[in-house]
């Protein structure tokens, strides 16, 4: 009988470190809930702001696109004239643009977004393609320039291959002398 009463407290105590346990996973869950959701909140806010001064920018920018149009149209010329219509309707998509940024909630505009993305897959792999050419061509030129400033504050005549004869050879010249000739 008292094993029985011992398997009983063993049991008991595993029931009550189970109970402790599923308590704290429940308490964690809703904390990370909470957490969840707060954090959710706080980027919906953000995205909200970001989004209305964006349409601002953008309403900003269809107003300077459509005086363009105006002037192109005042200069009174047969090419203007068409040149100055398909101007105006740039300037109309960019307001209509800015005006959905401006009304749409961040919530909404995820949404949008992500239905986008599923019924054009090809264009959303198209636009990131061109993203991403587009920031490889940006780091080289800032690369490219990187290099030209550091090498920048040395004489040219201390730069490789200003005294080679064009078959492989590279030298450096100073004061006059060539130095380091070699093949490459």
Not at 31 to 48: F, I, V, Y
Not at 66 to 77: C, F, Y
Request: glycine fraction near 14%.
């Amino acid at each position: 009988m008292s094993s029985d009463m011992q398997e009983r407290g063993s049991s008991g105590r595993v029931d009550e470190a189970t109970s402790g346990l599923s308590d704290a996973a429940s308490s964690v869950q809703e904390k990370a809930g909470e957490l969840k959701e707060q954090g959710r909140s706080k980027l919906g806010e953000t995205l909200d702001e970001r989004t209305t001064q964006m349409g601002g920018q953008a309403q900003q920018m269809a107003d300077a696109i459509r005086q363009t149009g105006s002037q192109l149209r005042s200069q009174g010329e047969s090419g203007n004239a068409q040149m100055a219509g398909l101007v105006e309707s740039v300037a109309a998509r960019v307001e209509d643009f800015g005006s959905y940024l401006q009304r749409t909630s961040g919530d909404r505009l995820l949404h949008d977004a992500e239905g986008f993305a599923r019924r054009r897959p090809w264009a959303v792999a198209g636009i990131g393609l061109v993203a991403g050419l587009a920031a490889s061509r940006f780091l080289k030129a800032s690369s490219e320039r990187r290099y030209a400033s550091t090498t920048s504050g040395y004489p040219s005549s201390y730069m490789y291959g200003s005294g080679g004869d064009g078959y492989g050879t590279r030298s450096y010249e100073r004061s006059g002398q060539t130095v380091g000739a070699g093949v490459t």
